[in-house]
């Protein structure tokens, strides 16, 4: 565990989330700590994981201090959001509780209150784990070139949330991007490279040309679409939600329903087919501008065309 050196675990997680009592019993906390690093572990790889906690046990105070750090926060939100989540009522043998202060002057919050707050909670924790996932890019930092996402990312097209970003806004989100990799992959495999036809494998390899850029924006606009249809909402960046409800005379605050999604899932679907089709123009040199939309008829004919 990378938490609790020296038995200071409380005042850890008081240093890494500003919000949690030093003087909580770590023993309660230790089990969701368990549950978060486990997740954060799917992101970054055991490897990377292992790496900072060995440097936190050994007291490295050198050039794994900042590793310890980013791994430790995203670590501490997360599981001080589920505990936290899981006190608001308290469980005893009579039944569940709220607690009341007797003077009066705690109140329970409202749910939309609570709602609030834990949104606010996990979009910090998101944030963090962009934190890190950057950090590991811009150091390249040899483990995490070798953990499994950041190799299924070297055979695709888009080859990071940053570029991800300049097809379709995810507000350059590392994570979100590895949370999109299995259907990138997908896409790619399915539907891109097949319209793309023979020689996709050296569309791979060029630098930025047209020809890259609608192949990749169709696979960004085909992901989002499948991503929109599979994923968790509340796993898409806020943005990206917020957006669209904006464009939809919707307020900020207003979550989008099923029914927008899968409406905004369509949009993204017909959009990357035309860009499909921009791909395959662009791959044979013509620009389909010289095929009518409708026919040529002449008023003084007895016929039309269809």
């Known amino acids: 565990m990378i938490f609790n050196l020296n038995n200071q675990g409380a005042a850890e997680l008081r240093r890494m989330t500003g919000n949690y009592y030093a003087g909580n019993d770590f023993s309660a906390i230790e089990m969701d700590i368990e549950d978060a690093t ?24 050198n050039d794994q201090v900042r590793l310890v750090q980013l791994v430790q926060r995203p670590i501490a ?3 001080t959001l589920h505990y936290f989540q899981r006190n608001d009522v308290s469980h005893e043998d009579s039944g569940r509780k709220v607690k009341l202060s007797s003077d009066g002057t705690d109140k329970i919050p409202w749910e939309w209150q609570l709602d609030r707050d834990d949104s606010i ?19 390249k930092d040899a483990d995490w070139q070798k953990s499994d996402a950041y190799r299924n990312a070297a055979g695709l097209l888009i080859r990071s ?11 350059q989100s590392e994570r979100m991007y590895i949370l999109l990799l299995p259907f990138l992959r997908e896409v790619q495999i399915d539907t891109v490279a097949p319209s793309y036809g023979e ?17 990749s924006k169709a696979l960004a606009l085909l992901t989002m679409s499948v991503a929109l249809r599979r994923m968790p909402l509340q796993l898409i960046p ?21 029914a927008d999604t899968q409406r ?43």
Do not use: C
Request: negative net charge; glycine residues 6%; without cysteine.
């Open 161 to 171: 949330g940053r570029e991800f970003d300049t097809y379709f806004p995810i507000s």
């Open 77 to 79: 939100l997360l599981a």
């Open 199 to 215: 020689g996709f494998e050296t569309l791979l390899e060029s630098a930025t040309s047209d020809v890259r850029y609608a192949a």
């Open 264 to 306: 905004m899932a369509a949009m993204l679907e017909a959009d990357a087919a035309d860009w499909l089709e921009r791909m395959r123009q662009l791959r044979d040199g013509t620009s389909g501008e010289d095929i009518p939309l409708l026919p040529s008829n002449s008023k003084t004919n007895k016929f039309f065309r269809v």
């Open 238 to 258: 806020y943005s990206v939600v917020q957006g669209f409800n904006a464009a939809n005379g919707m307020a900020d605050s207003q979550p989008a329903s099923l």
């Open 38 to 61: 486990d997740e954060l572990i799917q992101v970054i790889g055991r490897a990377v994981y292992d790496k900072a906690e060995n440097a936190y046990l050994k007291g490295d105070g």
């Open 121 to 139: 909670h996990l979009q910090t924790y998101y944030s963090a784990v962009e934190r890190l996932i950057r950090w590991l890019n811009e150091s």
